[in-house]
């Protein structure tokens, strides 16, 4: 079967390039720091192939932020898998990961919660709400397997130091927030189930 002119032969594989470089770029600039024209000429595509597979620039941001929720849930749920059974090794090895993170080269924040609180508005904040959510449920699933007295309580509140955490290593270039992090939180965990098991 013929390929209709204009269509690329590879669509799925574009689509991806495409939210691979404007992540990227969107990341490093904000999401109004770069109008239609930018992003394609960064992409190296043409406005016509932007619009085919996003509709505009809010398709384009939504896919972008979708794609790195989607990559950054999958990246902490594996680490957390790979340090073992042990549910402290796997809250440490979270936190352990972010130090990391925060230490690269061009890290601005959380992607996803940039977007939110530079416009509050869906998709963003949709994106933001859902992300969250992904955090919360690992975190609850550690404590919970710890044997927590209050896993969702004790989830919320590690995830207060999971965020908070990055606003600091964003805002004050502190990269050993994580840590500090890390200690409150291995703290919180085993607090949490010290109460659960007292007679």
Same mark, same amino acid.
């Given at each position: 079967?013929? #390929?209709?002119?204009? =269509? ?10 495409? #939210? ?25 595509? =043409? ?11 809010? /398709?384009?941001? %939504? ?15 594996? #680490? ?14 979270v936190f352990d ?5 925060? %230490? ?29 959510? %992904? ?10 397997r710890a044997g ?8 919320? %509140? ?33 607090? /949490? ?7």
């Open positions: 079967m013929p #390929v209709p002119k204009g =269509s690329s032969l590879n669509p799925d594989r574009t689509r991806a390039a495409i #939210v691979r470089v404007a992540g990227d770029f969107l990341y490093a600039r904000g999401l109004d720091g770069a109008g239609i024209a930018e992003l394609c000429a960064e992409a190296g595509i =043409s406005k016509e192939t932007l619009y085919r597979h996003f509709g505009s620039k809010e /398709g384009l941001i %939504r896919a972008v932020l979708e794609a790195r929720s989607d990559r950054v849930t999958r990246w902490l749920a594996q #680490v957390a898998a790979d340090a073992g059974d042990e549910p402290a090794d796997q809250l440490a090895a990961a972010l130090g990391r993170w925060y %230490r690269e080269p061009g890290f601005r924040g959380c992607a996803i919660v940039n977007a939110a609180t530079q416009r509050h508005t869906t998709p963003a904040n949709e994106i933001a709400t859902r992300h969250l959510g %992904r955090h919360l449920d690992l975190l609850t699933t550690i404590a919970a927590a007295a209050d896993p969702t309580a004790l989830g919320r %509140r590690l995830l207060l130091l999971l965020e908070g955490a990055t606003v600091v290593a964003d805002h004050l270039g502190a990269p050993g927030s994580a840590d500090d992090a890390r200690e409150a939180a291995l703290t919180l965990l085993k607090c /949490g189930t010290q109460t659960a098991h007292s007679p």
